[in-house]
């Protein structure tokens, strides 16, 4: 089992950045890809990004592909998201999630286990 904990949201003005961390326990982190996720209010939860194990391969959604940037370092435990350029739009609750299947996965229920998120909100 691993429990996540993600950091680093707050409010930040169109065209800014912030960094998102997701810190896991356990001594398996390096057996799960990782997504991030992320719910505006009224929506449904959707995929923003997700790194596999080794971290050699990412995938992103189309609406942050060149803004957002997943990483991981598996010596800490910690997958990050870069995320550059925000627009109001990615006004959202932020998730981390974690998945022991070997392909990387888009789909929410795919995933194993989440962190309780963190909310980033961008002012126009």
């Known amino acids: 089992q691993v429990q996540l904990v993600e950091s680093g949201g707050g409010l930040v003005q169109a065209g800014g950045s912030l960094r998102l961390s997701c810190a896991a326990s356990g001594r398996t982190f390096s057996s799960y890809n990782m997504g991030w996720f992320r719910r505006a209010p009224g929506k449904e939860r959707e995929f923003v990004a997700a790194i596999r194990r080794s971290g050699g391969t990412t995938y992103y959604a189309d609406f942050v592909k060149g803004r957002f940037t997943v990483s991981r370092d598996n010596a800490k435990n910690t997958v990050y998201l870069q995320m550059n350029s925000l627009k109001p739009e990615d006004t959202a609750v932020y998730y981390c999630?974690?998945?022991?299947?070997?392909?990387?996965?888009?789909?929410?229920?795919?995933?194993?286990?989440w962190g309780q998120g963190t909310q980033v909100t961008v002012s126009s």
């Open positions: 999630a974690a998945d022991l299947n070997i392909l990387l996965s888009t789909t929410p229920r795919q995933y194993d286990y």
